[in-house]
């Protein structure tokens, strides 16, 4: 067994690992493999607009452009849009998918201990499964109506 140090091996790297074995008396054997270390999506920018608005109704667009793969097996990314209060670790699924540029899509309310802010949460992904993550700040307040926006139905 070959024990290496978590993160030992450094990511967009070729390494050759030989192992040779031998028996006193016998012939010496070996053998070598080259292998690739992967490493996360690069290059490129995610961004959200608008970075204010108001919950569920607001259309806020996301956008991540430029991403490079590093492998050499190809394959297309992949995008996760998250989204947590701030603070919050727990984080709500939005949208996933292969899009870079998403489909209008609405927040809830942030966290109004931390000024209504919300983090979006923005992973891309590549077909090994190494992903790089940004978090972009959002504003997003509740909705106000005026007492005149009020419609009462009587039954």
């Known amino acids: 067994m070959i024990t290496l140090p978590a993160f030992g091996l450094a990511g967009g790297r070729r390494y050759n690992l030989q192992l040779e074995a031998s028996i006193t008396g016998a012939v010496t054997s070996y053998t070598d493999t080259v292998f690739l270390v992967n490493q996360p999506p690069s290059g490129g920018t995610c961004s959200v607009g608008p ?43 939005i949208l996933e998918g292969p899009t870079e540029i998403s489909d209008p899509v609405e927040f809830p309310v942030g966290n109004i201990a931390q000024n209504l802010l919300n983090d979006l949460h923005i992973s891309v992904i590549d077909p090994v499964g190494d992903e790089f993550t940004v978090i972009i700040d959002v504003t997003v307040s509740k909705l106000h109506l005026k007492l005149t926006q009020i419609i009462c139905f009587q039954m």
């Open 51 to 93: 970075l204010s608005g108001i919950a569920f109704q607001t259309q806020f667009v996301i956008a991540c452009l430029d991403w490079k793969i590093w492998n050499e097996f190809g394959g297309a990314l992949y995008y996760e849009y998250r989204i947590a209060e701030k603070g919050s670790r727990r984080t709500f699924l």
